[in-house]
């Protein structure tokens, strides 16, 4: 498949996801400041949902740079990244509006658990093509930081405690993704800012 068509795709839908994410924050209703405090969880959970889709975008954009072809499988496991992803406007909204209750934060624990998955499992796909081409850059997917977290024990342990600590606490599900996503964009792939592409 057509490289290009495929990145362009997968940017359009990034895009209109975080568009859709910023159209529920609400105008206030009120000039004085204390009006847009009334948001601040929604705002909360905004900035985190916003980090996210950056710290991803960075390194899809990676990953398919050092794609030499798009195979049926690659699109498919894309797509279903992208549906995963998709799910996050809607966790989003409604863990910023309950931030204090346990659905919704369960719920976004299960956006970002099935969305780490779909990431893994495309990751691992555009490795294994180009295993048949380019060892080297198959090596260079393998060795990103979030692919190594992901497809090590840490992600699923990880998913099961916050799945304890938003029981006892629900807030923890968005400061512990926060924490993590900020070390994730800190630690990058030493190369992936010299790409070309």
Known sequence: MNKARVEAFTDAVVAIIMTIMVLEFKTPESPQWTAILHEGPYLFAFG???LFIAVAWYNHHYMFSLADRISKRVYWLNIAWLFAMSLLPV???WAGRYLQ???PEYFYLLVFFLWSKTYLYLSM???TDLD???GEKAARI???PIFRFMQSWRLLTQTVVVGILIYF???SCLLVTSLELIYMAIHTTPDSDKIAG
Do not use: C, D
Request: proline residues 10%; without cysteine; charged residues 15%.
């Open 101 to 103: 209750a346990r659905a």
């Open 91 to 93: 966790a989003t909204a």
């Open 48 to 50: 985190v949902s916003f």
């Open 132 to 134: 048949a081409t380019n």
């Open 142 to 144: 393998r060795r990103m």
């Open 125 to 127: 796909a555009l490795a």
């Open 169 to 171: 606490y629900p807030p």
